[in-house]
């Protein structure tokens, strides 16, 4: 690691102007993100003595190697190019103010000609109405049940929609008047809208009116003697009471609101959200995070900028309720105001109502993190004292932060592929897992030697860490056709292999053939759970209680489980492969078009360029070209390996 005192910058050469900064590490990779009124005080501040500093922002200033900065004109562009280089870098020194999990939203896809009520995670999607968050999809299901039989609009699939639109029969929502049935045109597609419009107006908060509308018409059936009309009309009544009554009041003046709260430690806070609609609290949310070296109001700007920060404008309500103020409130509600598109409140609310849904907010939130300490006592210690142990009994030069996992899966030499997982301070880091599809080397006539796991890990560390010293060549490490960060030019501190001393061997080998000294290699053998080092006779044996082992263990499962998914991916693609696929120049249709002329592979493989020629879509060239690669494929059927079935004739050889 390098000391701060050698890249840190002359007080005269930062600006004094408001502006965004970034941490690099010596491999240039982007480790920490930051804002400043004033980036000279602020970049000053890291760079004092060590023993000053909290212990987190002493690991990252020491875990970089330059710092480089953008000037701005406002704080709101501060603020929003901060929010873009969080979510581009991804810095491990910043901290995720929010849960990784997508919960479930009740959409209405308005956007649609019939539009649909659904449960929908992830992205919002333009044109879409979204009610929620809800915490578990069951409850947004209990709530569409009870809705539909006041607004019986489309639930189906658009598969479904099409089959009984085919068929000319609903289904047994249809039947059950749970659904208006446009897909048999019961109703038109203006009819349709208007009950989704009523569904979306009543879920918004607008309610009373449609009770008070079911409330009259069951009176005049009433009085009609329509006995019958009436009490379907009663439980209509009573369905809709059911849906209000999972939302409880709290607004009698029907504010559109987002109230916060947090409970904090030393090292983590517990964040808790309502989101009220209307009055009504609609959703609730929550997640514990580490809270690193951040004061509380630094934590509130910062959640605030990762919730918002990826949803659509409407996303955002009028009211924002946090327990403090952010240290750039001014700012941040500004922007949260070009959001949404019109003014947002953001302030602490003092008495009243307001103020009581906050203290419930606090509570909640205080209960939360209770709970994770009990359910994760020592988590962060024990992820702490893994790395450790391992830098210690495998005698690493510094503790690996970043390890990387590879492991080979086949079936008797075919189909061979690699994987490649990541973690990093001990937790899965997906968006950087890797498959390799194993190539192999070829004799001179260009036949495919057989590939043992061994050849297989060699060549798949090859490839990686060849791609990495092309990436770290790379300005910034960066691509530089897309200028998007490169993955692999940031390299591990070790590397793991399932297997024993041969793979590690061959793994240790590739590195070293690359001219790469800083990467050590390590294998985990699974009958007895050693620990393989290159060059030694005999194994490194962990206890078998200690974290550093649970991590490799860990590690090794990973890897595993993605190494064995891709291989049966393939293996089930390979089973189904016809003789025509891969032809150059030969798509579906014409595949298809060749098929219903000929009738099978072996005739189309038997019939001359004249007649291939006839098929439309054919050309000269392009009959050739099939002539050339059925002639040359062996005389093997192709068969599905599931089932059975042989999808393709036995083809002929020239042999």
């Known amino acids: ?342 003014r947002v409140d953001l302030r602490v609310p003092q008495r009243g109502d307001k103020r009581t849904l906050m203290e419930t907010v606090e509570r909640n939130a205080t209960q939360s993190l209770a709970r994770h300490k009990v359910a994760r006592a020592g988590d962060l210690t024990a992820r702490s004292q893994a790395l450790q142990q391992l830098q210690e009994l495998l005698e690493l030069d510094e503790s690996p932060l970043r390890i990387e996992c590879f492991d080979i899966s086949h079936v008797q030499g075919t189909q061979v592929v690699g994987s490649m997982v990541v973690f990093e301070d001990g937790l899965p880091r997906k968006g950087e897992y890797r498959r390799f599809i194993v190539r192999g080397q070829h004799d001179e006539d260009g036949a495919a030697a057989t590939i043992d796991d061994t050849a297989a890990m060699h060549e798949v560390l090859t490839r990686r860490f060849r791609r990495y010293l092309k990436e770290r060549d790379e300005p910034q490490g960066r691509d530089e056709e897309t200028g998007r960060p490169t993955r692999f030019a940031y390299p591990p501190q070790l590397v793991v292999v399932d297997g024993g001393l041969p793979q590690v061997n061959a793994a240790a080998r590739a590195i070293e053939d690359l001219g790469i000294v800083d990467v050590s290699v390590v294998g985990l053998a699974k009958r007895l759970e050693e620990v393989w080092v290159p060059g030694q006779d005999f194994p490194v044996v962990l206890p078998r209680t200690s974290e550093g082992l649970y991590l490799l263990q860990r590690l090794r499962d990973e890897a595993h489980r993605f190494a064995i998914t891709f291989h049966r991916q393939r293996r089930s693609k390979a089973m189904t492969n016809s003789a025509l696929d891969g032809i150059p120049g030969l798509g579906d249709v014409k595949r298809k078009a060749l098929l219903k002329q000929f009738g099978s592979v072996k005739r189309i493989r038997a019939a001359s360029a004249e007649e291939l020629v006839e098929v439309p879509g054919i050309g000269r060239a392009l009959a050739e070209v099939i002539q050339r690669e059925l002639t040359g494929a062996p005389a093997e059927p192709t068969v599905n390996l599931m089932t059975g079935e042989i999808v393709d004739e036995p083809r002929e050889s020239n042999d």
């Not at 501060?78 to 479930?104: G, M, T």
């Not at 048999?184 to 009373?208: K, T």
């Open 1 to 342: 690691m390098a000391h701060p005192s050698t890249y840190r910058p002359r007080p005269g050469e930062i600006p004094t102007d408001p502006g965004v900064y970034r941490f690099r590490d010596k491999d240039g990779r982007v480790i920490y993100v930051g804002k400043a009124k004033s980036l000279r005080s602020r970049l000053s501040s890291y760079f004092q003595d060590i023993g000053q500093l909290h212990p987190r922002t002493a690991s990252m200033v020491l875990a970089g190697a330059s710092v480089e900065w953008t000037i701005v004109t406002t704080e709101v562009e501060a603020l929003q190019l901060e929010y873009s280089w969080i979510k581009e870098f991804d810095p491990r020194f910043n901290v995720k103010y929010r849960d990784d999990k997508s919960y479930p939203y009740l959409a209405v896809t308005m956007g649609e000609e019939f539009p649909r009520a659904q449960v929908m995670r992830g992205a919002k999607r333009k044109g879409t109405r979204y009610f929620g968050p809800y915490a578990h999809a069951w409850a947004i299901r209990e709530t569409l049940d009870q809705a539909l039989r006041v607004f019986p609009m489309r639930t189906c699939s658009a598969g479904v929609f099409k089959r009984a639109s085919q068929v000319g029969r609903p289904c047994l929502l249809g039947y059950i008047d749970k659904c208006s049935a446009p897909c048999v045109e019961r109703v038109d597609a203006e009819h349709h809208r208007r009950i989704a419009e009523d569904f979306c107006d009543f879920m918004a908060g607008e309610s009373s009116k449609f009770v008070k509308r079911l409330e009259r018409q069951m009176k005049a059936a009433s009085d009609e003697l329509e006995f019958e009309q009436a009490a379907r009309l009663r439980d209509d009544i009573g369905a809709l009471q059911r849906v209000l009554e999972k939302s409880a009041v709290v607004f009698g003046d029907g504010t559109d609101a987002d109230v916060f709260a947090l409970a904090d430690d030393e090292l983590e806070v517990a964040v808790q959200v309502f989101h009220v609609r209307g009055g009504r609290i609609r959703g609730q949310r929550g997640w514990v995070a580490e809270k690193e070296f951040e004061t509380v109001p630094e934590v509130v700007g910062h959640l605030l900028q990762q919730l918002y920060g990826g949803e659509e404008g409407e996303a955002v309500p009028r009211e924002v309720l946090v327990p403090v103020l952010p240290e750039d409130d001014g700012s941040l509600g500004e922007w949260l105001s070009g959001l949404r598109g019109s």
